[in-house]
């Protein structure tokens, strides 16, 4: 069992049950011919973060990306280009790596915080904690952003996790009480982990 005692002031999260769903997400704030760019999963992200901050307002903090899988879809896209020899896409090869979701999110917000992204396999969720925590040390807040989608059809064979479309978005304030979050080596993801926890820990404060 890991336990992590965070400060954590609010959290958002979406479980985004088809792709069709996913490019139907209105990203508010965005002009339409830039969302029309954005990636599966910037869309996710962009949507989430969006809610959070209309219940929170406005957050300036550093932000952290935790995704296991990353901006995949489009480097498979990429892959087939090259196979086919059909015509290369400079702007889909520009968001395909690994941190252009929360780069382009900072562009877009005018966060000139740092910012980084972090995949470290079942324990994403898990190492990104460490990684927004450890931006504690020097910053009062920290926006940690953990987003996956379904694998495509081609690894379906060597998925080893849930890989329901998931976008989960942390506050972390050390002005917030604090609270212990603990994952176990269960079949059960760290995410859901984590929500069931943090919504116990919530409760159990209300009351």
Do not use: W
Request: charged share 20%; glycine share 4%.
């Amino acid at each position: 069992m890991l336990c992590f005692f965070l400060f954590f002031f609010g959290f958002f999260f979406f479980f985004f049950q088809a792709e069709d769903g996913i490019r139907d997400v209105a990203v508010t704030g965005v002009q339409t011919c830039s969302s029309d760019l954005l990636s599966l999963l910037s869309r996710m992200i962009f949507s989430t973060v969006h809610s959070l901050e209309e219940n929170n307002g406005k957050i300036e903090a550093p932000l952290v990306l935790a995704t296991r899988h990353g901006e995949l879809e489009l480097s498979i896209d990429l892959i087939h280009s090259e196979i086919s020899e059909a015509p290369f896409s400079p702007a889909k090869f520009s968001m395909s790596v690994h941190n252009s979701p929360v780069g382009l999110l900072s562009i877009h917000s005018k966060n000139k915080l740092p910012n980084t992204a972090i995949s470290a396999g079942k324990k994403s969720l898990e190492m990104g904690l460490y990684e927004a925590t450890a931006m504690l040390s020097e910053h009062e807040r920290c926006l940690l952003i953990y987003a996956d989608q379904e694998l495509a059809e081609v690894y379906k064979e060597y998925k080893d996790d849930s890989d329901i479309p998931t976008c989960l978005v942390i506050l972390l304030d050390k002005k917030a009480p604090m609270a212990d979050i603990s994952f176990e080596p269960t079949n059960t993801s760290q995410v859901l982990q984590f929500i069931e926890q943090a919504i116990d820990k919530l409760s159990s404060e209300a009351n």
